[in-house]
């Protein structure tokens, strides 16, 4: 059973740092891209950054911020590290695994990041 498990979502203030975890299960890690997507209410969801299973990283537009990902594949996890998060970094994030080469996707279940004073 394929499980991909987020943390580190809660409420910070503008301009505050937060780190999200995805913990994936089930899946062979290395050979999956990793990605953080986003969504916020009323509004589709977007890629944030992903990483390769090369280790290649690219980061979207929609985060105003800097933002840096990261991946583990000894333990398995891959993170976010989101500085001078603004309110409209608000959103619930999901982690992301997609296969290499099949393209077999798997989303995690979200994880709420809160940017408000």
């Not at 899946?27 to 009323?42: E, K, L, T």
């Not at 997609?98 to 709420?112: E, F, L, M, P, S």
């Amino acid at each position: 059973q394929v499980q991909l498990v987020e943390s580190g979502g809660g409420l910070v203030q503008p301009g505050g740092s937060l780190k999200l975890s995805c913990a994936a299960s089930g899946i062979v890690f290395s050979d999956n891209h990793m990605g953080w997507y986003r969504q916020a209410p009323g509004k589709e969801r977007e890629s944030v950054a992903d990483i390769a299973s090369s280790g290649i990283t690219n980061y979207a537009d929609s985060m105003k911020g800097p933002v840096t990902i990261s991946r583990d594949n000894a333990k398995n996890t891959v993170t976010l590290q989101m500085n001078s998060l603004k309110p409209e970094d608000t959103a619930v994030y999901y982690c992301n695994a997609r296969h290499r080469i099949w393209y077999t996707t798997y989303w995690g279940q979200g994880t709420q990041v809160t940017v408000s004073s």
